[in-house]
């Protein structure tokens, strides 16, 4: 089956900072989105990004589909943008197929 | 906005207990989910139904089943659970533009 990495597995930054999330999936996708799960548990739809880029707020996404990868940038980060990232991808069903995820930690 | 809620925050049950989960959406989506996510693993899908009295089997389904009598309520059973059996519990329905919302979870710790 279909095989969704991302990079890096851990992320600590000071609150101010840029980062890049990356997201490969080995295989042609329908669709592909972005969500953050808060320390409580709660996942957060951030983006659905089959192709090209998005933004909303500090936050934006890209998605290369011919090149099987996707990016979730966060400028200014602050401490709330702590939890866990994922990146899902669906091939032309309903069922998504989420990477392990990204663990950001953002410190004051 | 779309809410989609679950029976309980923690759930401690014991080894050979029948354990109920329900999820409850309320933006009469006719798509819901069920996932377990564990460590290192992601999510990964137990279950899931297209509408009312229709399941279909996810990527995990073993020890596990479900049951989709209304259109917004969609419930996990573990017939007999097992300490493997431990872990967080993620509800979601599906709306149009095949953005998908989360219930809060439910950790079940099995003894």
């Known amino acids: 089956g279909i095989q969704v990495e991302q990079s890096p597995p851990d992320l600590i930054l000071q609150e101010g900072a840029n980062s890049t999330l990356r997201c490969n999936f080995s295989?042609?996708?329908?669709?592909l989105q972005w969500f953050h799960q808060n320390p409580w548990g709660q996942l957060i739809n951030l983006f659905y990004i089959p192709s090209g880029t998005k933004q909303n707020g500090r936050l934006s996404a890209t998605t290369v589909a011919t090149e099987r990868y996707s990016l979730l940038y966060i400028s200014s980060s602050q401490t709330t943008d702590s939890g866990v990232y994922f990146c899902?991808?669906?091939?032309?069903?309903?069922?998504?197929?989420f990477g392990t995820g990204t663990r950001l930690q953002v410190f004051p | 906005d779309v809410k989609v809620t679950q029976s309980s925050r923690y759930l401690v049950k014991r080894t050979g207990e029948k354990v109920f989960l329900e999820c409850v959406q309320d933006?009469?989506?006719?798509?819901m989910f069920w996932y377990r996510q564990d460590p290192g693993l992601g999510l990964r899908l137990i279950y899931f139904?297209?509408?009312?009295?229709?399941?279909e089997k996810g990527d995990i389904p073993e020890g596990y089943s479900v049951s989709r009598e209304k259109k917004e309520r969609f419930s996990l059973i573990l017939e007999s659970a097992s300490t493997n059996q431990t872990s967080m519990y993620l509800c979601a329905s599906m709306g149009e533009g095949d953005t998908q919302y989360f219930g809060p979870g439910t950790r079940l710790t099995v003894l």
């Open positions: 899902a991808v669906d091939m032309w069903t309903d069922k998504l197929i």
């Open positions: 139904s297209y509408d009312v009295k229709m399941k």
């Open positions: 933006m009469d989506h006719e798509n």
């Open positions: 295989d042609s996708v329908n669709n």
